[in-house]
Nanobody, 124 residues
């Protein structure tokens, strides 16, 4: 199992932007949908966005219009562009690959090969 590596997190004020990256083996991106998830202290991990192997995105309602998920042309890096950030976007952000479940699932238990995460902190 090759686990992805996330980067790009940081601390910003509300209304700011951050761009996250997820680096993994090419096989992972070509064979599986990739998702971004987040987990705030004391809360369950939740799905943020997923991109399928045809580059079709799906977003959680809470981030629609503010976040954009994408992959590079070589399908070796995944991205999450985050804008108009809110304090409630604070959390550890992870990328992972879909292993089971509904094709456009955002359910964390449908995903595997988790990275270590990158911290995003949004202050008011």
């Amino acid at each position: 199992v090759v686990h992805p590596v996330e980067s790009g997190g940081g601390s910003v004020q509300a209304g700011g932007s951050l761009n996250l990256s997820c680096v993994a083996s090419g096989n992972s991106f070509m064979r599986h949908n990739m998702g971004w998830f987040r987990q705030a202290p004391g809360r369950e991990r939740e799905g943020v966005a997923v991109i399928d192997t045809y580059d079709t995105p799906t977003y959680a309602d809470s981030v629609k219009g503010r976040f954009t998920i994408s992959r590079n042309a070589d399908k070796t890096i995944g991205y999450l562009q985050m804008s108009s950030l809110k304090p409630e976007d604070t959390g550890m952000y992870y990328c992972a690959f879909r292993k089971r479940g509904y094709y456009r699932s955002l359910t964390p238990t449908d995903f595997g090969d988790w990275g270590q995460g990158t911290q995003v902190t949004v202050s008011s």
